[in-house]
């Protein structure tokens, strides 16, 4: 099997051997999944504003993608951004990373809470799940007050992601915990670990990890979008 990530952002030296060796370590031994990164957009996606300057050339990767003969694409960011536009465009199924881990989470938990970066990404998310549907389940939407490009910083990451969790399990009533960013990697189990801890036995999901295992198994699956939902763009 043949996957691609594509990084949605412009800052460069994003992609590493850490990073490639973190997403392909839960994949199958037959699945590769190849890396890229876009070259017009903005440095981040934290906002409204980064999210739509992006689209347009992770809509073009995609469509690459297919003609290049990738069977399925991660979009890699939690905003989702260009995803459903990308269904529209190609056969191949497109994910980004907040559809799967919530799918993941709302079969191990009835509340969630979700903890991601900034302060002015909270709407961003709030009309995702509000767009889903997930009003209901998801009972919070908090962040660590650190932006995307900072997040390398394990030990404070990690500090700040256990006191929010805190906060949306006393606070709130969550039940289980996604981490809203697909830039939160290797920081789950230290988390999940430190709630234990705590006292709270409850699952920490992380976005990447939960997209790119959930697209391989769509791909396994034979299964692709449905064009009644994701009809093809009509010519022009």
Excluded at 45 to 73: F, L
Excluded at 130 to 149: F, M, N, T
């Amino acid at each position: 099997m043949k996957l691609l990530d594509i990084v949605p952002v412009t800052t460069p030296g994003l992609i590493t051997p850490e990073m490639e060796a973190y997403i392909n370590k839960y994949l199958g031994k037959d699945t590769v999944m190849d890396i890229t990164q876009i070259t017009r957009g903005t440095a981040s996606i934290e906002c409204e504003y980064d999210e739509a300057m992006c689209a347009p050339d992770i809509i073009a990767r995609c469509i690459e993608a297919e003609k290049a003969g990738y069977e399925g694409v991660f979009i890699n960011c939690f905003g989702d951004p260009g995803v459903r536009a990308a269904r529209e465009c190609v056969r191949i199924p497109v994910f980004g990373g907040f559809e799967p881990v919530m799918h993941l989470a709302l079969g191990l938990a009835d509340r969630i809470g979700i903890v991601t970066v900034l302060p002015n990404v909270l709407p961003m998310i709030r009309g995702a799940v509000a767009k889903a549907h997930l009003g209901e389940r998801v009972v919070c939407v908090r962040s660590v007050d650190i932006p995307v490009l900072e997040l390398s910083s394990h030990e404070k990451l990690c500090n700040a992601l256990y006191e929010e969790s805190l906060k949306a399990i006393r606070e709130d009533g969550a039940e289980a915990i996604v981490l809203g960013c697909t830039a939160m990697i290797d920081v789950m189990e230290t988390v999940q670990e430190r709630l234990h801890e705590a006292g709270y036995r409850i699952p920490v999901l992380e976005a990447a990890q939960s997209a790119v295992m959930f697209l391989e198994l769509t791909v396994k699956m034979g299964l692709k979008q449905s064009r009644m939902t994701y009809m093809p763009v009509p010519e022009k």
